[in-house]
C-alpha cells in the first residue's frame, strides 16, 4: 500500500514537502508518480521518478517548482513544492508504477490560502 502525509494548509508562496511511504510490495523496482486532482477537475499527473531515481519527469508547467525524489531504503518517496500558488490546492495522490495502473494511496489535501 501507499501511504501520503505533508499536505496542509499553507499561505501562498510557501513551501511543502509531501510524502508517500510504501509497504507490501517491492518499492526499489517501481517508479513512482504524484497526481492531484483539484476541486472540480479531472486528476492529473504531476511528477515521475524511475526506480533507481536516477530519472525524473515533469509536467511543462510545474517544472522548477516541483522537485522528486525517493528514498529507497526509507520506501518513501517524496515531492517538494515551492512557491505554492492558490491553483495548487488539490488533493495529491502518489502511485506506482507512474502508468497509475497498480498501487494508489489515499491522498493527502494541499490549500493553499491567505
Known amino acids: 500500500q501507499l501511504v501520503e502525509s505533508g499536505g496542509g494548509l499553507v499561505q501562498p508562496g510557501e513551501s511543502l514537502r509531501l510524502s508517500c511511504a510504501a509497504s507490501g510490495f517491492s518499492f526499489e523496482y517501481f517508479d513512482i508518480a504524484w497526481f492531484r486532482q483539484a476541486p472540480g477537475k479531472e486528476r492529473e499527473g504531476v511528477s515521475c521518478i524511475t526506480d533507481s531515481g536516477g530519472t525524473t519527469y515533469y509536467v511543462d508547467s510545474e517544472e522548477g517548482r516541483f522537485t522528486i525524489s525517493r528514498d529507497n531504503a526509507k520506501n518513501t518517496a517524496y515531492l517538494q513544492i515551492n512557491s505554492l500558488k492558490p491553483e495548487d490546492t488539490a488533493v495529491y495522490y502518489c502511485?506506482?508504477?507512474?502508468?497509475?495502473?497498480?498501487?494508489w494511496g489515499q491522498g493527502t489535501q494541499v490549500t493553499v490560502s491567505s
Open positions: 502511485a506506482a508504477p507512474c502508468n497509475g495502473l497498480g498501487w
